[in-house]
């Protein structure tokens, strides 16, 4: 009650602040009048009585001051007078605000979206409890990570005696996948086929169902699977009763027993969203020979310790296993364990291909963080410098310390603020962009979020040192500081100081020159490598890949022959039915597609020319076809025809090869009716040259892998599935996607279509990872070269002050206004030459590390350097411009009469 | 507390309100009928037989603390030689502090009492 009142009497007070000061003044004066009227009532005249009452009272002003002075809202009052004074002044001073407020935005926005990055990756501990517990566990080859077979992890298993439970699941290779069949479109789920105690060794537990059984990983168990929450959603709309319930998958039934939790974090394959238990089989274990699956090394194990045991212990533990085989548990060569195993904890195995990386990244950024630091207190110290006069008036005026003081801090936080706010949205656009831009395969990139922590923590750095900063001026000078002030500004620490920053300032430039360097060698390498001729014609282009999925198209023991013929009858009828649709001008199937992530060994076949002998086998780059999908594609004909209609599995075996490999191999005489091999020496039907082709480029624009053969899947032993589908349009190919879909769904709905993409797109994905550090550095570049140039500003604001007299002098005794322009601006110009001198000498041997992402250029590249030692000259030049410009309009005789 | 006393000197006899009453007098003033400012200030000067002098200062920022505590309530009205003041009044929260503060005052003041008379 008396507190609600205490609250809006202060708002009144606040924001009625006229009617108050009426009220108390006339409460005042009416304690004045009844003072007078009291005296007279005592019998004195009116003058008597009103200088009696004017005696005992004093004088009204201070009361009222200290009546008005009383209640919460005068220290907001103050503070808001004291926040609009530094508005006012950042007002004035919109120069010095708007750089200040544009270098904290970019320190901190740049390094809080980079940490935010960063963090989930290397720092912030696995959404599992415990997570220090849990370990990696791999063999050995050659010193590297390996995989590890079934047999390796129950001999484990049984005897390590510092894990709670180990699991193990597939590498992640797609073999898990599946086909979800059924209502509505089918869809090609990412599957990981795990131990049936996966969930429990990473602690965690469905939020719906129940978890794998020990019953159900045995050979030929219950086929039994467990959703992933967005699986869920998406296909059975968050049904509850879906469990228990019966699923198609591949063709086959699988009974759902659980569904995870949407917070569940998969770290370790982190896109699965279906997974069903791996169902070895136990008597392999004993027959005797090593040949079945079980002995091989495919899985990946990951274990949880006991609780109390170090990572040491289980170390020693498995190690002292590995060298130690016992006879009941044999082991092949390739599982002998002799090299012995790594252990690993799972955060460090996630960050391991990308750690280095990942420092650098940090290493730049705190870097940057600290640039803006710098800039910032240079800013700040040029700027009270100027103000020393400004803060000695206020003391000579009656402002206590405390109050200069109080402005000043006012002053540092409204700008830190300013900074912070900007900083936010910077760091907000920063995250977005690199989730967007981030290469395929950086790990949790789910996670990546904006981390407050990391906002706070820049926030705080860059507030701390700017108030620091703020207050040394002040603090440096005691009361007698400030009178001195009046007189002359003071020069004593100023010079020192100033060492410390133009080396910094040096720094900073040598920093932009090598990221400017980088950027522009990998500007000018995207720029070549995107005018590269793939060698096909990606306009009109759509292209996606069509699955089958079922068992009748699983190839099984003992002829595999019926169920290629299966695929290759679906593939030929949905070819055919999408050559129906109107905007299809051709189109075919065909793999590896070019410029696609099909994994780079999909293709590589042994090829062996008559007029080479058996002996003559080379590995060359198959691509597997239909009719049309050269024309299709826009691959030019060189001579001779293409593979068409008429190459039927009766035909005589005809074959296309690319210009290159044409050349190489019948330099002089014609390939046309050549025959040759293909598939190694089991193979061995005879292929006959039909035409040369154009060579094209397979994996990527930057790869010269031009020599390549083409056979007709009708003439091949194999069909394989997925295939890729190329179809050329006469409109928009994005438009034709859903009706090239449907056309293949109208032959059989329950096969799988993914990664509908047009050609265009590919080849722009194709280059991801390269455009990804390129962004990356440019957006480094250039707020570094913004951080510089707001560095030589800082700086040579801060000397022009402190030379005014010495300025003012050289102006008295006859040096024009360009001599002293020309001072400023050499000195400036001293500094950024230093700085870029030394920035030369570090982008020589930085852009070493990089070499591997150039394409078509030098890394020395002299137009490059050239072009960035122009571009910072001319920043710097404009940089010191302005501290010029103001020391040559100093008015000799206003710094001498101030001296 | 922010009471105002003058800076104590020698050749003033002292009549500044002791620390910390200064909420008491007016409590108790205001119990015995509704007063403006200055009539707050001449019945505590009456009352104390002028051993006791408000300060105005003093008085009307003690006034608005109170009046905010929710102790004191304020009108403006008015007064029988046709000014307007602004007439203060004893809430029932008020009394109830104004019970409070008397109880505490009277225990510290017989304390102090038996404090001196042992020592004499």
Redesign the interface.
């Known amino acids: 009650?008396?507190l609600m009142?205490?609250i809006t009497?202060?708002l009144r007070g606040l924001f009625k602040q006229r009617a108050k000061d009426d009220?108390?003044a006339?409460?005042?004066e009416?304690?004045f009048?009844?003072?007078v009227?009291?005296g007279m009532s005592r019998g004195l005249t009116c003058d008597q009585a009103q200088r009696a009452a004017r005696a005992e009272?004093?004088n009204l002003a201070?009361?009222r001051e200290?009546?008005r002075s009383?209640?919460w809202e005068n220290a907001v009052r103050t503070w808001l007078q004291d926040l609009s004074y530094a508005a006012r002044q950042l007002r004035r001073n919109r120069g010095f605000a708007v750089v200040s407020v544009i270098t904290l935005a970019l320190g901190i926005g740049a390094s809080t979206a980079i940490f935010s990055a960063v963090n989930p990756i290397l720092l912030s501990p696995l959404p599992y409890p415990f997570p220090n517990r849990l370990l990696m566990i791999w063999n050995t080859y050659q010193g590297a990570r390996f995989e590890l077979s079934f047999a390796t992890y129950r001999e484990l298993l049984a005897r390590n005696r510092t894990f709670d439970s180990i699991a193990v699941f597939d590498l992640g290779d797609g073999l898990a996948n599946v086909t979800l069949q059924g209502k509505g479109i089918p869809e090609r789920l990412e599957g990981q086929k795990v131990s049936w105690n996966y969930f429990r060794v990473l602690g965690v537990s469905p939020s719906l169902g129940r978890d794998f059984q020990p019953s159900e990983d045995i050979f030929h168990g219950p086929k039994v699977a467990i959703l992933s929450h967005s699986l869920w959603q998406r296909r059975f709309h968050g049904d509850p009763a879906i469990i228990g319930r019966g699923i198609r998958l591949d063709g086959e039934n699988f009974t759902i027993v659980a569904i995870m939790p949407p917070s569940f974090d998969n770290v370790l394959q982190p896109t699965a969203e279906i997974w069903t238990p791996e169902q070895f089989d136990f008597s392999q274990l004993n027959s005797g020979n090593f040949k079945s699956w079980e002995w091989m090394n495919h899985l990946h194990m990951v274990g949880r310790l006991k609780p109390g045991v170090t990572r040491s212990q289980a170390v020693q533990d498995l190690a002292q296993i590995a060298s130690t085989p016992s006879p009941e548990y044999p082991r092949p060569e390739w599982g002998s364990l002799k090299q012995g195993l790594i252990l690993d904890s799972v955060q460090d195995d996630l960050a391991e291909t990308i750690k280095p990386a990942l420092m650098a990244i940090i290493g730049a950024v705190v870097l940057l963080l600290l640039v803006a630091c710098v800039n910032v207190v240079n800013l700040l110290l040029a700027r009270h410098a100027q103000r020393q006069g400004e803060f000695a008036v206020r003391t000579a005026l009656g402002a206590s310390r405390r109050r200069v003081l109080r402005q000043l801090v006012t002053e540092t936080l409204l700008l830190a603020m300013l900074g912070g706010l900007a900083g936010i949205a910077v760091a907000l656009a920063g995250v977005r962009a690199l989730v967007f831009l981030s290469p395929a395969g950086l790990p949790r990139i789910e996670a990546i979020q904006l981390d407050p922590a990391a906002l706070c923590f820049a926030l705080a750095v860059t507030t701390v040192i700017g108030l620091l900063t703020g207050l040394f001026p002040a603090l440096g000078s005691p009361h007698a500081g400030f009178t001195l002030a009046l007189h002359r500004s003071s020069r004593r620490t100023a010079g020192r100081q100033s060492v410390a920053l133009r080396a910094l300032v040096v720094t900073q430039i040598a920093l932009a020159l090598i990221l400017l360097v980088s950027t522009g060698l990998l500007l000018h390498s995207m720029r070549r490598l995107l005018s590269v001729d793939p060698g096909f014609n990606p306009d009109h282009l759509l292209t996606m890949v069509v699955h089958t999925s079922g068992p009748q198209y699983l190839p099984a023991a003992p002829d595999l022959r019926p169920a290629f013929a299966a695929r290759l009858r679906f593939f030929q009828r949905a070819i055919e039915a999408v050559r129906r649709v109107p905007a299809v001008r051709q189109a075919g199937f065909g793999i590896p597609l070019p410029l696609s992530d099909d994994p780079f060994g999909l293709g590589q076949t042994g090829v062996q020319f008559e007029k080479d002998g058996p002996r003559g086998v080379r590995n060359l780059l198959r691509f597997g076809v239909s009719p049309q999908f050269c024309q299709a594609m826009g691959i030019p004909l060189r001579s001779g025809r293409f593979l068409d209609e008429r190459d039927t599995a009766s035909a005589p075996f005809a074959a296309l090869i690319s210009e290159s490999l044409a050349r190489s191999e019948f330099p002089h005489e014609d390939p046309i009716g050549k025959r040759l091999h293909v598939g190694g020496i089991d193979n061995n039907t005879w292929y006959t040259v039909v035409g040369v082709v154009g060579d094209i480029k397979r994996t990527s624009l930057a790869a010269n892998e031009p020599e390549a053969v083409y056979t007709d899947f009708r003439q091949s032993w194999a069909v394989e599935s997925p295939l890729s589908f190329v179809i050329r349009t006469s409109g928009d190919p994005a438009a034709a996607a859903s009706a090239v879909k449907n056309a293949i769904w109208s032959i059989d709905p329950n096969q799988p279509i993914v990664r509908v993409m047009t050609m265009d797109r590919m080849i722009f994905t194709s280059e991801a990872e390269r455009r990804f550090v390129l962004i990356l550095f440019a957006a480094f570049g250039s707020v570094a070269l913004t951080l510089a140039a707001i560095g030589i500003y800082g700086v040579l604001s801060g000397s022009v002050n402190e030379r005014m007299r010495e300025i003012g002098v050289r102006a008295a005794l006859g040096a024009s206004r360009q001599a002293i322009l020309r001072l400023i601006v050499a000195d400036g110009l001293y500094l950024a030459g230093v700085g870029i001198a030394l920035g030369l000498a570090g982008a020589f041997g930085s852009t070493r590390v990089m070499q591997s992402l150039l394409f078509g250029i030098s890394r020395l590249d002299p137009y490059t350097y050239i072009g960035v030692i122009l571009l910072l000259g001319t920043v710097a030049t404009i940089a010191c411009a302005a501290p010029a410009w103001r020391a040559s309009r100093v008015d000799p005789s206003i710094t001498l009469r101030a001296e | 507390m922010s009471a105002g006393y003058r800076q104590l000197s020698m050749n003033d006899t002292n009549t500044d309100v002791i620390q910390g009453t200064l909420d008491m007098l007016i409590l108790k003033t205001l119990s015995l009928e509704p007063l403006h400012g200055f009539g707050i200030s001449r019945r505590v000067e009456q009352i104390t037989r002028g051993v006791f002098k408000v300060n105005p200062g003093s008085l009307l920022t003690a006034l608005q603390r109170l009046e905010r505590a929710g102790w004191l309530d304020a009108e403006w009205k008015q007064t029988e030689n046709s000014r307007r003041a602004k007439i203060y009044s004893l809430t029932r929260a008020g009394r109830k502090q104004l019970e409070l503060e008397t109880a505490d005052w009277n225990r510290r003041s017989s304390a102090i009492a038996r404090l001196l008379k042992a020592e004499i």
């Open positions: 009650m008396s009142r205490y009497r202060g009220e108390i006339a409460e005042i009416h304690y009048e009844e003072a009227e009291a009272i004093g201070p009361i200290k009546v009383y209640g």
